[in-house]
């Protein structure tokens, strides 16, 4: 009997108190930081898809305090500042997104936007080049890029991007609206 109260206790310390003096260990050594600002990022997805913008840009805001790594998290926040109209906002995000991450094509294809939304064709043409370059199968960014050349006149050039477009995704309605108005 005496044997196996030890083994509960030896049982009980290894099952509760271990991990929670790792946790400790890891939070007082600044590592558990970035666990932390996961979460964040997961809640602030969750506030940005239930409409509560200001909610996401804060959770957003506490993750990359957290974790001035996390590319995700700044590319999260360009989304939302997109969405609320604060281009300048979400440019320097998806910058800082690119800078940590330079394998990041959505970030590249989300700067594009923000650039077709200024007037900056040739910067959205470069950053749609890029995220493409990363990722070929992106049908968006042949989409915007289409969308860039169209804007510049270069027709021939926007009918490519978009058929290119609608070969990787066949139900991609906007892709054939834009192509037959090209």
Known sequence: MKNSAWGMLVACILTFALPVAALWLLAANGLFNPLVALAYDFRAYGKFRTGDLDGALADYGQAIQLNPKLAEAYYNRGIVE???GDLDGAMTDYDQAIGLDPNLAEAYLNRANAKLKRGDLD??????????????????AYLDRGTANYGK?????????YTQAIQLNPKFALAYLKRGMA
């Open 123 to 140: 910067g959205a043409i470069a950053d749609c080049d890029q995220a493409i370059s990363r990722d070929s199968k992106l049908a968006d």
């Open 153 to 161: 006149g270069d027709l021939y050039l926007a009918i490519g991007d």
């Open 82 to 84: 997109v969405q609320k």
